[in-house]
């Protein structure tokens, strides 16, 4: 059974968005939403993805929620310097980060962490180095971004996945 369906909760979220993002529930949207999402499946097992392992569950949800909310003081922030876009002291800028972090589901969910939060954007990782390469809209201390990175994320994730 499982070549039929190699990722279950996999197809079943995909053909819930399907039925969601077409607001119906008719049989022609449940079967293409089916085949669709039967077929993504089974592109996603022929590209045999590592499996996560999740060490400490309970970690990740503190992580999930101490990310939602530096995604909204984030919002914030970024508003703030919207509004006061003529305002002199708001230096955009890059800086490279060094990591501890090997683990490539670690690694992805950093990115997206990094990604989804607002003013900051995940440039380019150097896995031979270690280093990652960050943009902030408003980069006053390097070693604040450091340490808010290695700190707050970092040691969570690895915490996490390694």
Request: no cysteine.
């Amino acid at each position: 059974m499982n070549w039929l369906l190699p990722y279950p909760l996999l197809s079943a979220a995909l053909l819930v968005l399907w039925l969601l993002l077409n607001q119906s529930v008719s049989a022609g949207h449940v079967i293409l939403g089916s085949v669709l999402a039967l077929l993504a499946a089974w592109a996603m097992a022929a590209l045999r993805p590592e499996k996560a392992r999740i060490r400490r569950p309970g970690a990740a949800l503190r992580l999930a929620g101490l990310v939602l909310i530096d995604i909204l003081r984030s919002n914030l922030a970024v508003g703030r310097i919207i509004v006061r876009s003529r305002e002199p002291g708001v230096n955009a800028g890059f800086l490279t980060i060094p990591l501890d972090l090997r683990d490539r589901q670690g690694l992805a969910v950093l990115a997206i962490i990094i990604t989804s939060t607002p003013g900051t954007i995940w440039v380019n990782y150097d896995a031979a180095k270690g280093t990652l390469l960050l943009h902030v809209l408003d980069l006053v201390d390097e070693t604040v971004w450091v340490r808010t990175i290695k700190d707050r994320y970092e040691r969570r994730l690895m915490e996490i996945f390694e």
